[in-house]
T-cell receptor, first 110, second 113 residues
Framework: KNEVEQSPQNLTAQEGEFITINCSYS?????LHWLQQHPGGGIVSLFM???GKKKHGRLIATINIQEKHSSLHITASHPRDSAVYIC????????????FGEGTQLTVNP | EAEVAQSPRYKITEKSQAVAFWCDPI?????LYWYRQILGQGPELLVQ????????DSQLPKDRFSAERLKGVDSTLKIQPAELGDSAMYLC???????????FGPGTRLLVL
């Protein structure tokens, strides 16, 4: 079993829909990261959080430390949101090494 | 806005050849990471530098991979000899210090024939 599990693996939505991507992890962590990867390969860091909730524009990330679970929400989705969204955790004992999930491929159709 | 630079962006090589990738982190970032990402999977850390020192290379296949950051600024990742299974995206990232937000470069896509 992977230390970081994401669901769903693939997600197709219509423009304007509310989207949720989930991430579960099995180890103690110092922080959880949400990353966005576009088809060209470049990765952008969206959020780093260790508790509660963060919001940036139409993106919201939440984390429940007790349940070892995080969600990334996109409100009013747009075709330009189409990308792979990756969850990564920084372990308590491994310093800053990140363990990555396999990603969720999101496609938003106009 | 400062960015992490990588070159080349694409590399096609034959197996048993040597390849090298270059990364220039954001100025002032002491921590530099090399990741390998196989298609359809998340990135995997190969090596982490703090300034010029390697702090984690536990996942680096040291029989064929080497990495250096001689002056604590830019870095080179080398594969010799390349194998078919090395085909992947090689990503470089940097951060001011460990355990904070990492900034990723555009990656080098390697295809070994």
């Amino acid at each position: 079993k992977n230390e970081v599990e994401q669901s769903p693996q693939n997600l197709t939505a219509q423009e304007g829909e509310f989207i949720t991507i989930n991430c579960s992890y099995s180890v103690g962590i110092s922080a959880l990261h949400w990353l966005q990867q576009h088809p060209g390969g470049g990765i952008v860091s969206l959020f780093m959080l260790s508790s509660g909730k963060k919001k940036h524009g139409r993106l919201i990330a939440t984390i429940n430390i007790q349940e070892k679970h995080s969600s990334l929400h996109i409100t009013a989705s747009h075709p330009r949101d189409s990308a792979v969204y990756i969850c990564a955790v920084g372990g308590e004992t491994s310093g800053s090494r990140l363990t990555f999930g396999e990603g969720t491929q999101l496609t938003v159709n106009p | 806005e400062a960015e992490v630079a990588q070159s080349p962006r694409y590399k096609i090589t034959e197996k048993s050849q040597a390849v090298a990738f270059w990364c220039d982190p954001i100025s002032g970032h002491a921590t530099l990471y090399w990741y390998r990402q196989i298609l359809g999977q998340g990135p995997e850390l190969l090596v982490q530098f703090q300034d010029e020192s390697v702090v984690d290379d536990s996942q680096l296949p040291k029989d064929r991979f080497s990495a250096e950051r001689l002056k604590g600024v830019d870095s080179t990742l080398k594969i010799q000899p390349a194998e078919l299974g090395d085909s992947a995206m090689y990503l470089c990232a940097s951060s001011l210090v460990p355990s904070v937000t990492q900034y990723f470069g555009p990656g080098t896509r390697l295809l070994v024939l």
